[in-house]
Structures are given as structure tokens and as C-alpha cells.
């Protein structure tokens, strides 16, 4: 065995892994809100469990779900600040 030798990661298409075997089976879930990002999240757990998901392929799916998770949770809080300034009239329309 070559010293270099090691296995080159394939990229993941979007049906799953580069030996066209699917990631996550069913139809494809469309991340719009934290209840479709559970969904997914659930879905992927499941795959890992049967084997249908590598550890890295999952954990980079988990992490960019837990991206927009946070980023989802700061728009609502956001948007909550906002009405609440616009309601007790301050800060003038000067957001971000």
C-alpha cells in the first residue's frame, strides 16, 4: 500500500453520497422554517442510525441545520425588538 494512500472524501450530490446512494430517502425537504429543519434533522438521525448516512456527511447536514436554526430563532427575535421599538416609539426607524 502507497504511503499516500489515503481515501479522497467524495462530494455529496444532492440525491446523496458520489455512489449516487441516497443520503436521506423520501422526497427531498425544502428548509424554510424551524419546523422543516426538525423534520430534516429527524430524518437525518434515523438515516445515521440504519447506516444510510456516513458520520461526516451527517454532521456537516446537522451543522448547517443548526445554522439556520440560530439564524431563524435571531430574525424572529429581531423582528419582535423591532415592533416593540416601533410600538413604545423609539429609536426612530433606525435599525441595522
Same mark, same amino acid.
Given at each position: ?8 472524501? %467524495? ?37 445515521? %442510525? ?47
Amino acid at each position: 500500500m502507497e504511503k499516500n494512500a489515503c481515501k479522497k472524501r %467524495q462530494p455529496i450530490t444532492p440525491t446523496g453520497n458520489a455512489k449516487g446512494t441516497p443520503l436521506l430517502h423520501g422526497k427531498p425537504i425544502a428548509v424554510t422554517n424551524i419546523r422543516t429543519a426538525k423534520r430534516l434533522l429527524s430524518r437525518l438521525i434515523l438515516a445515521f %442510525q440504519k447506516g444510510e448516512a456516513n458520520g461526516r456527511d451527517a454532521k456537516d447536514l446537522c451543522y448547517l441545520v443548526s445554522i439556520y436554526v440560530q439564524i431563524a430563532k435571531d430574525t424572529e427575535l429581531e423582528e419582535r425588538l423591532i415592533k416593540l421599538e416601533e410600538k413604545l416609539g423609539g429609536n426612530n426607524g433606525d435599525h441595522y
